[in-house]
């Protein structure tokens, strides 16, 4: 496809075409022992030599964007190499995605079938994300884990994890992380952006304590019946 985009759908080709650009050179410069190597180093879900499945796209964000065992990420050196052949709107689109952080995003607001108005957690930056999926499975007030992308003006979802949080949670866990980090709000990008491994150990903290905050609030009415 390679040309500039007009609608979200277009944006989202675009985006698969990065993404499958960005498969080629994992394949390429990973290979099998280098896919092992960062299997080890997912910081969650990990299941002898995978991944679980419900976490692939996280996983696979994670690996083409901060997983930097080979010194430099997938993203990095794909980016790096020579390739006079290469659609430039693709590789703007690398390029940005590889400058987007993970983070976690509260729901402002949805609009039914098209998307949500999101807000980071750790920068109060505010967009209109595209993703009919998240439209349809997030209330407002809710928040999610993810990386998003920005593509010819539409913001996609790159990845989120499998688990949507509490909003109540996000400023106690902001403010703890921060606390212990020794930073304030808002984040600079380029700290968010470097925080990466970190934010997914996180995630997979909280999301272990909601689950267990469920179970706890399930077992009395389990008792009684």
């Known amino acids: 496809m390679s040309e500039r985009a007009s609608t979200a759908d277009e944006a ?7 993404v499958e650009e960005l498969g080629r050179e994992t394949s390429a410069s990973l290979g099998e022992e280098g896919m092992k190597r960062a299997v080890e180093a997912f910081p969650i879900a990990s299941e002898g030599d995978g991944v679980d499945e419900s976490w692939l796209g ?27 052949e290469r659609s430039a709107v693709i590789a703007a689109i690398v390029e ?31 967009r209109f994300v595209t993703d009919a999926d998240l439209a349809d499975s997030l209330p407002v ?7 998003l992308v920005e593509v ?22 902001r403010d703890a992380m921060l606390g212990e980090l020794g930073l304030a709000m808002p ?6 952006r470097a925080m990466g491994t970190a934010l997914v150990v996180l995630y997979g903290q909280v999301a272990d304590a909601y689950l267990r905050s469920l179970s706890e609030a399930a077992a009395p009415e389990q008792g009684e019946g």
Do not use: I, K
């Open 141 to 147: 007030g809710s928040m999610f884990f993810g990386r």
């Open 12 to 18: 989202q080709a675009l985006w698969a075409e990065a």
């Open 187 to 192: 984040l600079s990008r380029a700290v968010q």
């Open 58 to 84: 996280l996983f696979q964000s994670w690996l083409f964007f901060d997983f930097d065992g080979e010194e430099t990420t997938v993203a990095e050196r794909w980016l790096a190499r020579e390739a006079p």
């Open 152 to 173: 010819e003006g539409h913001t996609l979802v790159d990845a989120y994890g499998v688990y949507r949080l509490p909003g109540e949670w996000a400023e106690p866990m």
């Open 96 to 126: 940005a995605a590889n400058d987007a952080p993970l983070s976690f995003y509260r729901v402002e607001g949805v609009r039914e079938g098209e998307g949500v108005a999101a807000s980071d957690v750790f920068t109060d930056d505010r």
